[in-house]
């Protein structure tokens, strides 16, 4: 393996396909330190426009985390955390669950219809996904920050050298870590569904 193919692999250091879903839900530990890799990859994009993306990922990552924290045991699954949560007044791990959630379907969507469409570049990947993922959940004042960001997408090849993806191997490694991501963005947004009182305040 060179070392351009390792690059999505350092910071990619837990994959969400290492992630253990049980009985009892998304094993929360495991589901963090993975977002916490998909967090960093928004550094090899070399452009500050995206740090409005990776920001607002982060502090729902460290939101989540610090209720995690608070009891490991009681908060071992996603799932846990938001149903004992829910008898809380404050709900702030839940709520920043939703959007991280949304953050991650949107870098999901983006990337996964990149690697379907190889001759497209990402402005044109993370703008399709933005208006079917964050875009409605945004006010008129967000919205044109996230098209700044999305306009400022590097160029397709400048981004895959940089995470090292450029043969088979290493595509078939990203598309794998893109498809459990999104499987669990689906049970999650399952539990969102069936538990409507998750975010009612």
């Known amino acids: ?6 690059a999505f692999q350092k910071v990619i250091t837990r994959s969400y396909t290492d992630v253990q879903v049980g009985s009892e839900g998304i094993d929360t530990a495991q589901f963090l330190e993975a977002t916490d890799g998909t967090v960093n990859m928004f550094d090899l ?7 409005v993306v ?3 990922m982060s502090n729902n990552v460290k939101k989540i985390r610090a209720r995690f924290l608070e009891n490991p045991v009681e908060y071992d699954t996603l799932e846990r955390l938001m149903a004992k949560e829910a008898h809380l007044k404050r709900r702030l791990a839940t709520e920043a669950l939703l959007w991280l959630k949304r953050g991650l379907d949107f870098t999901a969507q ?3 219809h990149s690697i379907n469409n190889p001759s497209e570049e990402l402005t044109v990947s993370f703008s399709l996904a933005y208006d079917t993922t964050l875009r409605p959940h945004h006010s008129f004042i967000v919205r044109p920050i996230f098209n ?3 306009n ?4 397709r090849k400048d981004f895959y050298a940089n995470i090292g993806v450029q043969d088979e191997e290493s595509l078939k490694l990203m598309r794998g870590w893109l498809e459990a991501l999104l499987r669990l963005i689906d049970t999650l947004n399952k539990v969102f569904e069936q538990n409507p009182a998750y975010l009612k305040h």
Do not use: K
């Open 1 to 6: 393996m060179t070392e351009e193919q390792t």
């Open 45 to 51: 994009f070399g452009s500050s426009a995206f740090s």
């Open 148 to 150: 700044l960001a999305m």
């Open 110 to 112: 983006s990337l996964m």
């Open 152 to 155: 400022a997408c590097p160029w």
């Open 54 to 56: 990776q920001s607002d």
